[in-house]
């Protein structure tokens, strides 16, 4: 399967299907971002910490751990501590 | 329907138990987090990306998959549990919409396996220092090295896969610093297992091929970066973790994955009033009996739940659960197996500890809580000016622990410093109560979309 693309704020991110959205940042370079807690980024990529939190697709206070990223997901950080969720 | 088992967690531990009880005739819901089966453990990237890595897995996946008697329920957390007439398992489906939904089942094996211990250090808040856990996670789960150049750090003999699975990736793995010094003792004790004896074998062969520096009494006590991690410091450590003066070198690396050891996952558990104990590792367990029940009736543990010990260790321990709650008596063999296998998780709890001298890498300015940016200073404000006597005032009183994630990443941590600045035993308890066991929006709560009980 070919790479698709998401948005992440605002710019495109090339994705390898079947990857998370935390793993598509990460292998796009982009290695933390704000997401509503005081240390932010991808510490333990299973779930636990929270500090991977985004907005998906207007949805916020979502693992990016977790989920598998589909073509065209609209992703953004949390901008400010408390502002997202 | 109420099923007459529901088994939480699909990792080792809860696939073996699914299928003895499905095999011994129950219906059974096997209720997941994950989106695939097979947990932490048996994580494997989805179809487009590749393979499941171990084959028996496999097969242990295809006979619960293909078993008539078992519904999977991928992608369902259990934020909260409610016993009655039945047990009432509240959950909230798929990370990416969360739908509220229901599960109800007769009788309960809680399998919800463990995540990594960490110890907070200067710096280790900065993107590029992960968990040993999460750098696999990234590896088994989408092909992916945590960095170019990565440093593997903490304690245990997880370290070992983790720092070969990052080289098989392309990564350069810079070193692996062990803590602990297990050579002899751990030698010894591989001698009385083979299978192990191999695995380890296996491992050390393959750091050699790759000319990776595996160093013990070794650790990252510092971390830097501008914006992201760009070198750790490695110093050597005495007995007490305390580091040795002038043994620090500074290791260019943009990733480090550390871990000490794993902390069970026991909201869910504790949630039911299950009695709990310490294990020979500090972390807190539930306590069960031969047949690997709780003492709250219809309700079985296994896995990590019960002791870290290991995904073999776990299956068998699954296998017994299953049986026991479907009525089935058990092979004295697998009991056997389950003895030797605990007291060699026994023997790891003793060969690679957590000394207190871990606090002496900690400035004032270093931050413990990474969901409330606490510091140490302010922990250590909040015991010696504030006078709290024990975690969970400790908690109340910093914000150590009331973040996003409830205390899971800091928990440990918090309870030893606070135990370190009163002088009394560390306190497992105190953090680890999460009556809500996943996050859940309000607006959920408030009008639920499901069906009334």
Redesign the interface.
């Given at each position: 399967?070919s790479p698709f693309e998401i948005s992440f704020d605002g710019r495109p991110v090339s994705v390898?299907?079947?990857?998370?959205i935390a793993?598509a940042l990460?292998?796009a370079g982009i290695?933390?971002w704000p997401s509503?807690?005081?240390?932010?980024?991808?510490?333990?990529?299973?779930?636990?910490?929270?500090?991977c939190?985004v907005t998906?697709n207007g949805?916020a206070?979502?693992?990016a751990?977790?989920?598998?990223a589909r073509a065209g997901d609209v992703v953004t950080s949390v901008p400010s501590r408390g502002a997202g969720? | 329907m109420t099923y007459e088992l529901a088994v939480i967690g699909a990792g080792p531990a809860g696939l073996s138990a699914a299928l003895a009880a499905a095999d011994h005739g129950l219906s059974v819901a096997l209720v997941d987090a994950g989106e695939r089966p097979g947990g932490q453990y048996y994580r494997h990237p989805p179809a487009e990306l590749g393979e499941a890595w171990s084959p028996s897995f496999v097969r242990l996946r295809e006979r619960v998959t293909g078993h008539p008697r078992i519904t999977h329920l991928a992608g369902h957390r259990v934020w909260m549990l409610e016993p009655g007439s039945c047990f009432t398992l509240h959950v909230l489906v798929g990370e990416r919409d969360g739908r509220p939904d229901v599960v109800r089942a007769d009788r309960l094996v809680l399998a919800t396996g463990a995540h990594d211990r960490s110890l907070p250090f200067p710096g280790w808040d900065l993107p590029g220092v992960m968990t040993a856990g999460g750098a696999q996670a990234l590896a088994k789960g989408a092909l992916l090295a945590a960095g170019g150049r990565i440093v593997v750090a903490g304690s245990g003999p997880f370290l070992l896969p983790v720092a070969t699975g990052l080289a098989e990736l392309g990564a350069e793995v810079a070193g692996v610093y062990e803590a602990n010094r297990p050579r002899l003792s751990l030698a010894r004790a591989l001698g009385r297992n083979l299978g192990k004896l191999a695995e380890a074998a296996g491992y050390a062969s393959a750091l050699l091929r790759r000319h990776i520096p595996y160093r013990t009494g070794h650790a990252v006590v510092a971390a830097h970066g501008e914006r992201a991690l760009e070198a750790v410091t490695v110093a050597r450590l005495d007995r007490a973790w305390r580091p040795i003066d002038g043994s620090e070198r500074v290791v260019e690396c943009d990733a480090a994955a550390v871990g000490y050891g794993f902390t069970p996952q026991l909201e869910l558990p504790l949630h039911l009033g299950c009695a709990v104990r310490t294990d020979g590792d500090g972390s807190l367990v539930v306590a069960v009996d031969a047949a690997q029940q709780t003492d709250v009736p219809g309700v079985w543990a296994a896995g990590e739940t019960t002791g870290v010990g290991g995904a073999q260790l776990a299956l068998i321990e699954g296998e017994l659960a299953g049986l026991a709650a479907a009525g089935a008596r058990p092979d004295r063999r697998l009991l056997g197996r389950r003895a030797r296998l605990r007291r060699f998780a026994a023997l790891l709890h003793e060969l690679y500890p957590v000394p207190a001298g871990w606090a002496g890498w900690l400035g004032d300015d270093t931050v413990v809580c990474r969901c409330e940016g606490v510091t140490f200073g302010r922990l250590r404000e909040a015991v010696e000016e504030l006078g709290a006597g024990d975690p969970r005032t400790a908690k109340l009183l910093s914000r150590a622990g009331m973040g996003r994630c409830q205390g899971r990443v800091c928990g440990h941590a918090t309870a030893r410093l606070t135990a370190g600045l009163t002088g009394t035993a560390p306190d497992p308890t105190g953090l680890a109560h999460r009556p809500i066991a996943q996050p859940i929006r309000l607006g959920d709560l408030a009008e639920p979309p499901y069906e009334q009980l």
């Open positions: 399967m390898v299907p079947g990857r998370t793993a990460l292998s290695r933390a509503g807690t005081s240390s932010a980024g991808l510490y333990c990529g299973i779930g636990v910490c929270f500090g939190q998906l949805r206070g979502v693992r751990c977790l989920v598998e969720s | -």
